[in-house]
């Protein structure tokens, strides 16, 4: 496995210790392992850090009389970023979705943000239906630093986002 700032323990760590993560913020974590393999979720009790907007769904159950929360959720929090979400061999997938799954019987659904190609053909065979969605990624052509990339913008465009980056309590890099 690709070993990226989301997949470090430090920064799992960091989110449990700032409070940012945690059962009384409505987001108990799971650790589910196989080997050395290792999958991430959380029951919720919200929607909130999510950047998939589901309050559709939540409201459609509450106007049947069903409770949508909770709900389990894999996903890094408050990072709308595509990352892997099982942490280890294939092999040992089958196990971490397995004990995810022993979960279910006390939560609404199951979801899976920003999943990986090759998790998403792992779902699919796994009868989890996909969610379209999509992202804007941003790629460094060469630009040496920030004004770089704003001169090649049309320079309202430019003057609006430098209006947003100086806005007061935004850190300017």
Do not use: C
């Amino acid at each position: 496995m690709e070993r990226t700032v989301f997949t470090h323990p430090e920064f799992w760590r960091a989110l449990q210790e700032s409070g940012s993560i945690g059962a009384d913020r409505g987001m108990h974590k799971h650790e589910h392992v196989s080997g050395t393999a290792k999958l991430i979720a959380f029951s919720k009790n919200h929607s909130y850090g999510e950047y998939i907007f589901d309050w559709a769904w939540a409201n459609a159950y509450a106007e049947n009389g069903l409770s949508y929360y909770p709900k389990l959720l894999s996903m890094v929090p408050f990072t709308p970023a595509t990352h892997p979400h099982f942490w280890g061999p294939r092999s040992d997938w089958d196990e971490l979705l397995r004990q995810h799954e022993l979960l279910l019987p006390s939560h609404s659904s199951s979801h899976f943000l920003f999943t990986t190609p090759e998790e998403q053909e792992f779902l699919v065979e796994k009868n989890y239906l996909l969610r379209d969605s999509f992202q804007y990624h941003f790629f460094n052509e060469g630009y040496t630093d920030f004004d770089a990339f704003l001169s090649l913008l049309k320079a309202k465009k430019a003057k609006h986002i430098r209006q947003e980056r100086d806005l007061p309590g935004l850190v300017n890099d």
